[in-house]
Nanobody, 121 residues
């Protein structure tokens, strides 16, 4: 499975961005698409995930501001980020996996190259 995240950029606080994650290869082997982020000098942090049926779960930092969805083709996932804050600045990664609890890096076998999101104050 190959993953590619895109859609990052430089925005001002309060703005919105939508990140995309395109999967190719044996996508049938993975049930969950997760989003993580990593700020400079910090560990990779869970943002949220979406299951094949569309069920979602978010980190507290993302609840109410971020929304994960799947595209009609099912091999694309999105991370809609609203009301962005400077603290959201990080490289964002999408990942695919099938091991609980889906909130940790270890749950995922496949990772895309990240996309940089920078939020200015």
């Amino acid at each position: 499975v190959q993953l590619q995240a895109s859609g990052g950029g430089l925005v001002q606080a309060g703005a919105s961005l939508r990140l995309s994650c395109a999967a190719s290869g044996r996508t049938s082997t993975t049930a969950i698409v997760g989003w993580f982020r990593q700020a400079p000098g910090k560990e990779r942090e869970f943002v949220g995930f979406i299951g094949r049926s569309g069920g979602t779960y978010y980190a507290d930092s993302a609840k109410g501001r971020f929304t994960i969805s799947r595209g009609n083709a099912k091999n694309t996932a999105y991370l809609q980020m609203d009301s962005l804050k400077p603290d959201d600045t990080a490289v964002y990664y999408c990942a695919a996996g099938s091991r609980v609890p889906f909130t940790t890096v270890q749950s995922y076998d496949y990772w895309g190259r990240g996309t940089q999101v920078t939020v200015s104050s």
